[in-house]
């Protein structure tokens, strides 16, 4: 089991930049895959990026070639680099950890065990 904590969300313009960040407590942080899901008011949890123990990433459609994941094992964080920021991103964003999740399972939310309390992002038009 590991915890997470979150930081970085905030408020920005659409075309602004915001980086999450993902800290974890636990010795075996680095043989866990990652994941970054979001929530917007009404609407159910979903996929945003994933991350796995040996460095592949995946992402949603929607995000690709704006958002990146990438995690620092020395560290025990795991980051969320947001550009081009659209108000279709605002949502509550979760960091989570999986242990020997598949191809298959690495978007499913309910493969992630551990789950931090969540980050606001609100961009603004």
């Known amino acids: 089991q590991v915890q997470l904590i979150e930081s970085g969300g905030g408020l920005v313009q659409a075309g602004g930049s915001l980086r999450l960040s993902c800290a974890a407590s636990?010795?075996?942080?680095?043989?866990?895959?990652m994941g970054w899901f979001r929530q917007a008011p009404g609407k159910e949890r979903e996929f945003v990026a994933a991350?796995?123990?040996?460095?592949?990433?995946y992402s949603t459609d929607s995000v690709k070639g704006r958002f990146t994941i990438s995690r620092d094992n020395a560290k025990n964080t795991v980051y969320l680099q947001m550009n081009s920021l659209k108000p279709e991103d605002t949502a509550v964003y979760y960091c989570a950890a999986g242990r020997l999740l598949s191809y298959s399972e690495i978007r499913l939310l309910s493969k992630y065990g551990d789950w931090g309390q969540g980050t606001q992002v609100t961009v603004s038009s």
């Open positions: 991350i796995s123990w040996s460095g592949g990433i």
């Open positions: 636990g010795r075996t942080f680095s043989s866990y895959t």
